[in-house]
């Protein structure tokens, strides 16, 4: 079965400092993979996503991923952090043949001054 | 486009009462997802539909919840009884699934508070 790990619950970085948040997925097809946010009291906004195209994918609000098949990692970084990226990031694969998305657990990302 | 729309956005009610969320999916889209989301299991799927029709339930927790789609702009969620279990924030998203690995678009949520 297709699933997702996120490494880290939570996660803290100062503003200006690199952001990586790491996502290994489990997959025996070729996986759709997916990053989205959720900021405080709101639903969930998809900042990226894979599709077999090219593997390093570029997002909104400066974040990128780049699939890695040989780790099996699709993890999501941003050279500059801003205080406004403080929210929580969730990784996600497509279940094959089906319109699902498997969740991970999510990662908090806080940003300090 | 208004986006995917949820009402209410807080309901608080009694143990044992009925339940209903409603959603309107953004224009266009074929599918509809109902997900819950909690603290101690996270972002589970409950329910999608693809052109109104019920696909996938393995997801819905038990018999007291249900979910209708009854044309393409609307859907519900109901739950009769309520229990305080039941308490988390559902979410609704829709997308148009056309080709690979399309966008799911989520609605702001209802959170439910059950006492």
């Known amino acids: 079965a297709q699933s997702v790990t996120q490494l880290g619950s939570h996660v803290s970085v100062s503003e200006g400092a690199l952001v990586l948040l790491r996502c290994n997925y489990s997959?025996?097809?070729?996986?759709?993979l997916f990053w989205y946010v959720q900021y405080p009291n709101q639903g969930l906004q998809l900042l990226l996503k894979?599709?077999?195209?090219?593997?390093l994918v570029k997002g909104i609000n400066g974040f990128e991923a780049e699939f890695k098949k040989s780790e099996t990692s699709f993890h999501l970084t941003k050279p500059s952090a801003h205080m406004s990226d403080a929210a929580e990031y969730f990784c996600?694969?497509?279940?094959?043949?089906?319109?699902?998305?498997?969740f991970g657990t999510g990662t908090r990302l806080q940003v300090f001054p | 486009d208004a986006g995917v729309i949820q009402s209410p956005r807080h309901e608080v009610t009694e143990m044992g009462q009925e339940v209903t969320l409603r959603c309107k999916p953004i224009?266009?889209?074929?599918?509809l997802f109902w997900y819950r989301q909690t603290m101690m299991r996270g972002l589970e799927l409950l329910i999608y539909?693809?052109?109104?029709?019920?696909?996938?339930d393995s997801g819905m927790p038990e018999d007291r919840f249900s979910a209708k789609m009854p044309n393409a702009s609307f859907s519900t969620l109901k739950i009769q009884p309520s229990e305080p279990r039941d308490s988390a924030v559902y979410f609704c998203?829709?997308?148009?699934?056309?080709?690979?690995?399309?966008?799911?678009?989520f609605g702001p949520g209802t959170r439910l508070t059950v006492t």
């Open positions: 998203a829709s997308s148009l699934t056309q080709g690979v690995g399309y966008e799911q678009y």
């Open positions: 997959s025996s097809v070729p996986p759709y």
């Open positions: 894979y599709t077999s195209a090219a593997t």
């Open positions: 996600a694969v497509m279940r094959y043949n089906t319109d699902k998305l498997i």
């Open positions: 224009s266009g889209h074929n599918s």
């Open positions: 539909f693809n052109n109104n029709v019920p696909i996938d």
